[in-house]
């Protein structure tokens, strides 16, 4: 049964395994007459490129992305784009020793159940090497956004224990990806990169929150009852592997607030412009957004790929102990934030168009 | 555009408005061969049906269930099943007051952005009267479920400040409708009563968890990439009303455990069956389901219809004053409890049926 | 498997059965702001009503819609628009003797080896009863095309061996419901009611062909590749019961002609309008509307449902004689052509709106 | 707006344009355990590949697929299966003289008029070089289909006014590639060949028809109401470039018959299966396979590229003459008839899909 495809309007199909010959996405319905600048989607992948810090896995990909279709002299067409990175450094040996044990906490085990055959090497297509596919269409993406003045900004918000606790300011925001971490307050960086480190050298690794926050969002995203923008949003996240958990404006935590205390007062501002005087609703009402910041969070599962011995069976169902070997990241928030952005920037984009066809003109 | 459908396989469309004539839905897809109990479905609509309590609205609806096609002699026959349920106590002279101003954190500004045009009766298609609709199709896919086994539980986790700190018997979870507030605990049911009744009183309103576990799954639900299984629970869940955070398995708070700590060690049970230690994976591992429980937890706002008077501006931009009339929940969670079984089962129906075509067989 | 849903923009989803309790349509994706008008669509519901005239069913149905949802105040406002057709001179037990035996060219024998279990009454969900529904899904459409002036002529063009040999002039096709079959050209109308007169009074059934032009459309419509416009006419088309064969432009007959003589030769005419001097490709290039007038047409087989005695076997497989009871058409054709109509108009509003996202501006 | 996609369980997405780096396919949903042939999708390629006989046009590609993702030590996995042809003999300085005029009947106009742009190169994407990608899905399609037995046939039929007035034998199908023009009967294939080559020596070009047939094709493919087979069959089919008509079973001829001459009487054969007398029903009834021979036609326009010249306009709506260089096919016939066979594999095998999911099991 088809999984591979996202979106209505801009609508994107990834293909391709971790340890296979390449991984690519379709992007079908970007509309004609965009400039695309190819610069800008190989800097998006470089910013989730492997190798980068002394924190992310050593495997060593160039990630270069190539446009096969879908421009002309530089600008979209309206055709499908198709983009391909090819597979470089994938050492499928590390893979041999796993092909009959069940990684706990991987898709090993689920995908066999279902399929009745695996692609055990690197994880096939359940690696979140898959992702890569969707930076270059979120690059795209951003791209048509950029045409609407559209801004997205994630960010690392917590790496285990340690958590930023304030807002960021819109410069540290700009400069979200200059440390390795991409957390936009230095100190916090710093003290989250050691934690890392830490939990690296124990064979261990870590979970966290990506923070994204949308600028300048037009209002009238989002359409009523199922495809709520919170729902679209929090099925594109939610489908990032890792993520365990969404959340949007009061979140979990504004479950303890009266309603008196968490509704958003209108009021027009100087300019004319209609706000809400705090933003409980995330910039999101009756899954329309209304033109305010649009905020949510997203939770990461540490991830699975510990290099400590673990119990687990085999695929006779004999107890095992299994030694994942390989390059791993010990935390995937740094390399996932950048995802986060593309998967936003590709649903805002879809609603976007979405929202051309709501009106009679 | 539209947004009124929900499923690939298992397929929803609903329709109608708080105040229009009616609520539907049209169920496609549902294999052909099942017998309908059309009782069992008044049943689960009784479960949100309004009026039944003094910490429900008053409005009376019988929410009576038709079913105008789809059936032959009570079976299945693969055509699309419609079902209505016509509006009988809608008082929409309670909204004309609100036609010309914004109600704070309802969904009128957005759109009438979106639209330029909105029946602000009731709050139109907004309306989480909508859900009955969806009430209707869970019943079906309830049915379709229980001849696989599936059993879904959902319940009230936590109603403000008031929360249930333990797991739920088995018992407890049969008898989750035996309380006004659906918590499986009878000792906190009261104290969350209280909390409602308390609430109400001052005119505010509250929020709250609704928690949802799943038991007797069949593994190999779910499909990789976007169609994860987690990431369709998590859209369908969060298109309902007022939820604003959706999280499975570890969710938020396992963000602060260890890789080590997390994973879930795979054994083989003395039946024979597989099974893991801890279930940090919620039931899902790689997007597909595994076997042992499904369990999430979905955040809930404060109802947003206060009765105090809260400042907002009208249509022209203007400050003004709103004071909601009309007959409101103080809380939603009692009454969302079945809504949650109901897109649970929707989405676990709809992965059953796309699992037929997973294998060469 | 859902089956029941058409479009993907302007969206219509259909439901109910020929001896159910009603049939209807469900419209998503309809723009706000359209204003309704109900008395159209009553009127083009009346021109496929049974029981008109002399050479079409007698059963007896009103056909009187009714609007559930989606419009405020007459104005559609986004949200879908469910609309019913109950059923009332439905007689069951005309049915009862041929619940046993499969009827020849029928879609009983088939069903039954699908599903399992049919609804005998009146063919159930493949009664062409079914069109009703999408006669009013058409007549919203219509009023959405409207808007941008597009005109949808569809009429008979053939009755069994009639022929109509000649175009019609802008004045017939204006008053092409002026007569019982539907044929802009009174003489061939009424050979042609001469022709469906012989054929009942045998018991026995007609064929023919539905011609349909579009005036006023704009270049544009269709998408490259699978969704072409004549890829979704087709379909449209040919999901209507009886319909055998679908030709646009040269279609047939223009396999015959060399490329230089079935060319169509661009020219700018006094008004600066890019036509075309001959038009063999029937307003459609590349899959895409180019300005000029689109015409295809479709052939329907004659009626199934004959009065005379058939062989056929019943569902044990052993030789039956069935003799359809029942009231039927002797000849489709005259209430085809709406339907005809309704399905190009909802092809054309869905592709109008699709167009909205093909360029960026 | 997307169009590129075709299916709904098989689901394919294709790319590229004429004189792009590459064209190619994404197949979704193929089952897992399924063994790939690359060397039949190689030799189904072959039988599209341009330049191999005097009758086609003289471009040279070797067409070569590679398969970057979906398979497994040769086996599909359920992973989307990417596929890739790169162009290699593209000659686009053929196409500068072309760039600011519109070829007659071609694309050029209608998407020039929807796009706002338009790649020129050898027709960019509306270029027929499109379905070699189709080709490869229907590889797959058919390598699905073979393990339910089921048989497609596709040849030429008609070739301009050369037609071959009978049915082919079972060994004639067999070889239906042995001679150029893919028509079964060698006598009528010469005659065609014959014409082929004076149309291409006057610099003009011919048209024609393609049957189809579908053997053992098991009963209760195909869905009632929209998608019905005869109807995804005639999208499929009507997609493909040129095809200006389709028809099925008793096709336009039928339209002359009575019903009772028409109708397929149901008897039980000797070995127990169910069949029809006759089969003007093509092998679909109700719109599902009742497990008959499926029969259609296809009507091809001659190809638009002749080169004579000819009369246009120019992108300013002035007069021009057009003289198409390049290298183009006299007739499209001979090479569209695996294309044929191709769309026909994939909606049966996507309806093959789709049937599991019918019944309660």
Known sequence: ????????????????????????????????????DIDFIQSELDKRKPGLSTITTQRKEEDKVE??????????????IA?????????????????????????DYAYQQKYGIRDYRGGGRSSARETA??????AMAKQLLNTAGVEI???????????MNRDATQKELNNRF???????????????????EKAKAEGDTLGGIVCCIVRNCPSGLGQPVFDKLQADLAKAIMSIPSVHGFEYGSGFEGITRKGSENNDEFFTDEKGNVRTRTNHSGGIQG????????????????????????????????????????????CVIPRAVIVVEA????VLADHWLRMRTDKLY
């Not at 900004?153 to 958590?163: E, H, L, M, P, Q």
């Not at 095992?320 to 791993?328: D, L, T």
């Open 67 to 80: 446009i096969l279709s879908g421009l002309f002299d530089g600008v979209t067409t309206g055709a499908p």
């Open 1 to 36: 049964m088809p999984g591979n495809t996202f979106g209505t309007l801009f609508r994107i199909t990834t293909f391709g395994e971790s340890h296979g010959a390449a991984i690519g996405v379709v992007i079908d319905g970007c509309p004609a007459g965009l400039k695309a």
């Open 287 to 330: 899954g329309i957004s209304n033109g305010m910041e649009i905020n949510f969070r997203a939770a990461f599962k540490p991830v699975s790929s510990i290099l400590k011995p673990q119990q687990t069976i085999n695929q006779k169902g004999e107890i095992a102990e299994v030694k994942i070997e390989g390059r791993h990241d010990p």
């Open 83 to 107: 983009a391909l990175i090819f597979n470089k450094d994938a050492r499928s040996k590390d893979y041999e020793s796993l092909k009959d044990v069940f990684r706990p906490s991987h898709a």
């Open 133 to 138: 596919a969707r930076v270059i269409a979120g």
């Open 178 to 196: 200059s440390n390795e971490v991409r957390c936009p307050d230095e100190t916090t960086a710093a003290l989250m990169k050691q934690e890392i």
């Open 343 to 346: 998967m936003t920037a590709i």
């Open 153 to 163: 900004y994630a960010f690392t918000d917590a790496i285990g224990k340690i958590k």
